[in-house]
């Protein structure tokens, strides 16, 4: 039963721990991209179209990414080279993405996907519990997990992680050190839009393979609210990701087990739950004003021009 | 994006009725709201095969446009508002949570006539519509209780209203006319249309040992889940029968068409006046899809109840009927008010899960 329930919460979470984790490399080099939700959209109908024609979803997935990644650039155009402002064209972008996959997807409404299936390992799969949580799981997850280990080493082990996140703190300081701000904030942001497609070709190819409009479902407010909640950083969005995932399928249980005991809990108040153990842990992380200060982009959302 | 393309749309329509003159502008306009997408595999692909239906027996006199994904709320009101500032003849919404929002706006617009699904607030331009979703629900129960080897079902529910705690109930009570110990376990999935969420209640259930499902949300999400599971569902409001070949037992397919032509007919005749219909199987506004993976006998008891509500020999909800506490409600024979059932806000006796108020 537990090990059902994990595999249900790793399924649950992936998606959020992908797209925040792609949006805080786009957020640390100083660009808020508020379209996480409308690229993860793009990135599922991508997958699943590309995963239906070819019958491959590993085609689908890097269609997934393609898309999302193809999909940021048009906020990394505008808000880069045209200097719109962020916050606007960022919402902008989840509209147009809700709208545009609508499109994509529409021939393809109603059929059953096709799903990606997991990788098994010779003998570590057969472990009881563990060989089954962690040894028989999908691409995705594999990725997702190496991402959190790869951005963690990026961003504070390499020198190139270094430039992005003197970027995010002040692009005058780093231009004028004549690293090439805007260059790095486009590659930040079509990471920031590979990642939010890649988590929603997971959307159509393993949690709910089949294309419907909308299917993203809010998931990526909640990742782009996971990478406050992590101030910034890729192992607490990983944490975040999962708890939220867990509160979320452990209320589903909750619920029935409330039944078979007999008692009330009001199911609104779990459905809230998620919700509102992030505020609290929102609360104890910004208890210390320091480290948050520290841990956030201090010039993020702030248009950049560089001086001829 | 949709949203503001049909906005446009119908806004360049109004403009291009200014430039091509009378003709164009005698067409009415029959407008339609949608509480998710018009392909969501459910609930709003039914509304919208209804629209298209009305578009092919009536498209010359009239056009049918149509806002989806418009979420229940202060939006609603807005999206509602901007289809009668459109020039709409006659708007539908078509789901419970639009009612407070369309009975506003209604007050607002006293000249166009109104109809809104499943709600229960009616006014002199503004009608209720629905269907007796229940009577296919009671068909389900018997089936799951014949079909279940545990006795016990999952229902995944949406919200807390009347219409899903009715459908719960006659589920039940279907289910406790073959089987008296009949469990039914419930999980409110607290959205209409979130396929994640509602595969994730689908898991749960299924991990917390049913053997059935049935789901009152809007997508194929749970009967994915189902099929991949190995386990026997329901589909709701479509048949769902794509997304689980070996799995689907039976849907109630909403079959709004019928309907739609017929109200737009009494608009344009002049003959239209605000009711509150609330129609079931025998008149065709729901149907039952094919009775699949299941054995001769119970497809046979299965026609056998529902030619038996239609005849009306059969109502679902008639006594003795207990409530949740062992209170009684029904007496032998009795048979419940439309208004109770519209109304329902208690379980009945058999059902685990305590309401949520």
Avoid at chain 1, 148 to 161: A, E, K, P, Q, Y
Avoid at chain 2, 20 to 32: D, H, I, L, M, S
Avoid at chain 2, 178 to 207: C, H, Q, R, S, Y
Avoid at chain 2, 229 to 248: E, V, W
Wanted: hydrophobic share 45%.
């Amino acid at each position: 039963m537990f090990e059902a329930i994990l595999l249900t919460v790793i399924t649950a979470s992936t998606p959020l721990v992908l797209a925040a984790l792609g949006e805080l490399v786009t957020e640390r080099s100083g660009v808020l991209n508020l379209g996480v939700e409308g690229m993860m959209i793009i990135g599922a109908a991508c997958a699943f179209v590309a995963a239906q024609l070819t019958g491959s979803p590993y085609i689908g997935i890097l269609a997934g990414i393609f898309g999302g990644g193809v999909f940021s650039l048009l906020f990394g155009f505008l808000t880069l080279t045209l200097v719109a402002n962020q916050v606007a064209t960022g919402l902008a972008l989840t509209i147009l993405g809700l709208g545009l996959s609508g499109q994509i997807g529409e021939a393809f409404v109603g059929q059953p996907g096709i799903k990606l299936q997991p990788i098994v390992f010779p003998f570590l799969s057969d472990i009881p519990f563990f060989g089954r949580v962690l040894f028989r799981q999908d691409l995705i997850f594999y990725v997702s997990i190496a991402l959190v280990v790869g951005i963690n080493w990026f961003l504070f082990r390499s020198r190139t992680g270094l430039k992005l996140r003197a970027i995010g703190d002040s692009h005058a300081s780093a231009h004028a050190l004549g690293i090439n701000v805007i260059r790095t904030r486009y590659l930040a942001v079509m990471f920031g839009g590979a990642c939010a497609g890649l988590a929603g070709a997971q959307l159509s190819l393993v949690y709910t393979p089949q294309w419907v409009e909308n299917m993203s479902a809010g998931r990526g407010w909640i990742a782009l609210a996971l990478v406050v909640f992590a101030s910034w950083r890729p192992w607490r969005i990983l944490a975040g990701g999962y708890l939220f995932g867990a509160v979320g399928i452990g209320q589903l249980h909750a619920q029935i087990v409330a039944q078979n005991l007999g008692i009330v809990i009001p199911s609104q108040f779990l459905s809230a739950l998620p919700y509102a153990a992030t505020i609290v842990v929102l609360i104890i992380i910004s208890h210390n004003r320091r480290t948050t200060l520290i841990n956030t982009p201090a010039a993020l959302g702030k248009p950049f021009v560089p001086d001829r | 994006m949709k949203k503001l393309i049909i906005a446009l749309a119908a806004s360049a329509a109004l403009m291009g009725g200014f430039s091509t003159g009378a003709e164009a502008q005698e067409k009415k306009k029959v407008c339609f709201i949608y509480v998710g997408s018009k392909t969501d595999g459910g609930w709003t692909q039914a509304h919208d095969l209804g629209r298209q239906q009305l578009d092919k027996a009536l498209g010359a006199k009239v056009e049918t446009p149509f806002l989806e994904n418009v979420p229940e709320g202060p939006d609603a009101e807005r999206a509602i508002e901007r289809m009668a500032r459109s020039g709409c003849s006659l708007v539908f919404t078509t789901s419970f949570g639009f009612m407070d929002a369309t009975v506003k706006v209604a007050a607002k617009f006293p000249d166009i006539k109104f109809e809104h699904a499943t709600g229960f607030k009616a006014g002199p331009n503004l009608a209720t519509y629905n269907s007796r979703f229940y009577e296919g629900r009671y068909i389900q129960g018997q089936i799951a209780a014949k079909m279940s080897k545990k006795g016990v079902a999952g229902y995944i529910a949406s919200f807390p209203i009347p219409e899903v705690v009715m459908g719960i109930n006659a589920f039940e009570l279907g289910a406790k006319s073959i089987n008296p110990n009949f469990k039914l376990k419930v999980v409110w999935a607290n959205t209409w249309f979130d396929p994640g969420k509602e595969a994730d209640a689908a898991k749960a259930l299924i991990d917390q040992g049913v053997d059935i499902l049935t789901q009152h949300t809007d997508t194929t999400a749970p009967m994915q889940v189902a099929a991949e599971r190995g386990i026997l569902a329901f589909g709701q409001a479509s048949d769902m029968i794509a997304a689980g070949p070996k799995t689907q037992l039976t849907a109630i397919v909403d079959t709004w068409g019928a309907y739609y032509i017929k109200r737009t007919k009494a608009l344009l005749d002049g003959t239209w006046k605000s009711e509150q219909i609330w129609d079931g199987l025998k008149d065709g506004i729901l149907t039952m899809a094919p009775y699949t993976n299941m054995p001769d006998d119970v497809k046979a008891m299965a026609e056998e109840t529902e030619a038996k509500i239609k005849s009306g020999e059969l109502h679902p909800f008639t006594g003795p009927i207990n409530k949740q506490d062992g209170t009684a409600w029904l007496a032998a024979g009795e048979k419940a008010q439309d208004g109770v059932l519209l109304g329902m806000n208690f379980y009945i006796e058999g059902v685990d899960d305590k309401l949520p108020k």
